[in-house]
């Protein structure tokens, strides 16, 4: 799923108020070849916390990268879709990935930082193997389209 669909839809799914309330979506102005990197790390059933805590603790390197734009941290919810109540109800089987989500202005941008002094300083400190229950998925995306709300005075 494109980065912009994918926006479309976390949106639509996670923000509440009737047609009058709402403001109507606004597109924002982001500059043409935008990429979002997504790294999907299946985490050990365990070391949840620990590794949430990895991300709250980071020493926010990234943040002063040239042409970084925003950096999100996904936490699972695994669920299914049950077709006759048309809800989705969580799923006590299903094992759901981490989604470490940044945003960029270009993919030179990315790549410059991924090549810096500073990535591997932010990188350092790897964490125990059973940590994870499986390899990482790196998915990098082109924002072609994208719809915001905006945020309420």
Known sequence: ?????????FVSTHVTCDSFACPPPRQPSYP?????????????????ADFEDRFRN???L??????FV????HRPRPSKFNRESG?????????GYYEVKTWWRSLADF???????????????????DMFRGPNVLEIH??????????AD
């Open 32 to 48: 043409l070849g935008m990429i979002v990197v997504t790294n999907r790390i299946p985490v050990s059933e365990g070391f949840e």
């Open 70 to 73: 925003r950096n999100e941290i």
């Open 87 to 95: 809800k989705f109800e969580a799923d006590p089987n299903g094992e």
């Open 111 to 129: 790549e410059a930082w991924v090549h810096s002094p500073a990535f591997a300083e932010a990188h350092k400190n790897r964490p125990p193997k």
């Open 142 to 151: 082109e924002v072609f389209l994208s719809t915001d709300r905006g945020v």
């Open 58 to 60: 980071r020493v926010h």
């Open 1 to 9: 799923m494109g980065a912009g669909l994918w926006l479309a839809l």
């Open 62 to 67: 990234v943040d002063s990268a040239p042409g």
